[in-house]
């Protein structure tokens, strides 16, 4: 079962991780789309940047990709695990001089299957005027969620509904917090997941400025029956074992 804090932690320091590089493992088919005010485009991340094997079942994905055609710039950093989750940040500035309505996917492929799952997420953000013209908004587009949390391409969770953030002053930032699920206990149940998890983000933003999101999606296994009976066994041997020994 992966951590939350340990896998957001991971993320932080990779600067000092040392990465052994092998050319004879593939990664795993990290996936992004945009769709900017409803028209389309879709791209492997490792298209556009560079992808790195952190651990046995980890990767680090990076980029940036501008579109002088449509006017927008993007860059990310996602740290992602088929087993699975994905974490990581990605910003983005409408450089055109009209607003925009985004949607971005990030999709991911999971191995192995997930009979049951327990899910939980998280975002935050912050939005700037990067024109100067002394204001910014980034809302939510036509009153939905900012973030959506997805498996198999259906809808988990959501964060962030809603959303109006401003700012005011020429050049300026704000933070914002988009709130959490599955952080507390008991754990919140999941669907069973099939082949792939994603998160979606959906928002409107003004000409000419930026917003950043970071965010994180986790899905753990459930264990069935036979497998906690099988645990639970293995520790009695385990003990006698031990007891005999002694």
């Known amino acids: 079962m992966k951590n939350q804090m340990k896998v957001t932690l991971a993320l932080l320091s990779l600067g000092t991780i040392t990465i052994e590089s092998r050319a004879d493992i593939t990664p795993p088919n990290f996936q992004f789309r945009v769709l900017e005010s409803g028209i389309a485009s879709y791209g492997e991340a490792c298209d556009f940047g560079s992808v790195t094997q952190v651990s046995?079942?980890?990767?680090?994905?990076?980029?940036?990709?501008?579109?002088?055609?449509?006017?927008?710039?993007?860059?990310?950093?996602?740290?992602?695990?088929?087993?699975?989750?994905?974490?990581?940040?990605?910003?983005?500035?409408?450089?055109?001089?009209?607003?925009?309505?985004?949607?971005?996917?990030?999709?991911?492929?999971?191995?192995?299957?997930?009979?049951?799952?327990?899910?939980?997420?998280?975002?935050?953000?912050?939005?700037?005027?990067?024109?100067?013209?002394?204001?910014?908004?980034?809302?939510?587009?036509?009153?939905?969620?900012?973030?959506?949390a997805l498996a198999d391409g259906m809808f988990v969770q959501s964060l962030m509904s809603n959303a109006n953030q401003t700012v005011s002053s020429a050049f300026g930032t704000t933070s914002f917090s988009g709130g959490s699920f599955g952080q507390g206990l008991p754990p919140l149940a999941g669907p069973a997941i099939n082949s792939t998890i994603g998160i979606r983000f959906s928002f409107t933003l003004s000409a000419g400025d930026s917003v950043s999101f970071s965010s994180i999606f986790v899905a753990n296994p459930v264990p069935t029956p036979g497998a906690l009976a099988m645990g639970l066994l293995s520790g009695l041997v385990a003990r006698r074992g031990r007891r005999r020994t002694a």
């Open 56 to 148: 046995a079942t980890e990767w680090f994905f990076q980029g940036i990709h501008s579109d002088t055609t449509s006017g927008t710039s993007m860059s990310w950093s996602y740290l992602v695990d088929p087993d699975p989750f994905i974490t990581g940040t990605f910003s983005l500035t409408n450089d055109t001089l009209l607003a925009k309505a985004y949607v971005v996917d990030f999709s991911l492929p999971i191995s192995p299957s997930i009979a049951q799952s327990t899910v939980s997420g998280q975002m935050s953000g912050t939005l700037t005027d990067s024109n100067g013209s002394g204001s910014a908004s980034m809302t939510s587009t036509s009153g939905g969620a900012v973030y959506t």
